[in-house]
């Protein structure tokens, strides 16, 4: 079987400084791991994704993610936030012993001018 | 604009009743996925196409099928609505079977309010 949990709901932040969102999984596989991002009223958009290449995994509009298996962590990082990254970010897990994919509930990011 | 498409983008009903929502996948792929968007369940997956045969089953309620036809759009039907099946319905596709690597694009939704 296989979770995802994303620590916090909600993280607001100012702009200009730093984004952290933080996501921990469990698969019983090597997992594939992603990052989509929801703005209001519009449907999901990949950000970046983890295959088991390289640990560091680099998105769009400067977003990044390290893939920790000690840690079973894939925190979503980005060094300055934009009044655009204001949205909802979700980490989703993928076995590769399934058909099928896990979403962890969303966190709202807000980001205050 | 992923290239995945859905329709209507809006839909309301009254409890009982019976709905089709479509789903167009992104030109070339073969698998199209449905899921649900709730308040208070967050985004889960319903079920899995590849190339017209179901190939995974998440939480579906049995009152809810799908189909994929010959063009490869998908059908997502639901009957005997009740109030707690408004929510927002996304449908995604993928080249191929979800496994790694493979990227998933979601369409718009569509939101479904039952009255």
């Known amino acids: 079987a296989q979770s995802v949990t994303q620590l916090d709901s909600h993280v607001s932040v100012s702009e200009g400084t730093p984004v952290l969102l933080r996501c921990n999984y469990s698969s019983s596989y090597s997992p594939s791991l992603f990052w989509y991002v929801q703005h209001p009223n519009k449907g999901l958009q990949l950000l970046l994704k983890y295959t088991s290449a390289a640990t560091l995994v680099k998105g769009i509009n400067g977003f990044e993610a390290e893939f920790k298996k000690s840690e079973t962590s894939f925190h979503l990082t980005k060094p300055s936030a934009h009044m655009s990254d204001a949205a909802e970010y979700f980490c989703?897990?993928?076995?590769?012993?399934?058909?099928?994919?896990?979403f962890g509930i969303g966190t709202k990011l807000q980001v205050i001018p | 604009d992923s290239g995945v498409t859905q329709t209507p983008k809006h839909l309301i009903t009254a409890t009982g009743q019976r709905v089709t929502l479509r789903c167009s996948p992104r030109?070339?792929?073969?698998?199209v996925y449905w899921y649900q968007q709730s308040l208070d369940q967050g985004l889960q997956f319903l079920i899995h196409y590849y190339n017209g045969e179901e190939r995974a089953k998440g939480n579906i309620l049995e009152r809810f099928s799908a189909q994929q036809f010959p063009d490869l759009h998908s059908e997502l039907n639901l009957s005997s609505l009740e109030l707690g099946d408004s929510a927002l319905y996304f449908c995604a596709s993928s080249r191929d079977v979800w496994r790694e690597g493979e990227t998933q694009y979601f369409g718009p939704g569509t939101r479904l309010l039952v009255l």
């Open positions: 030109s070339g792929d073969l698998s």
């Open positions: 989703v897990v993928s076995d590769g012993g399934y058909q099928k994919v896990t």
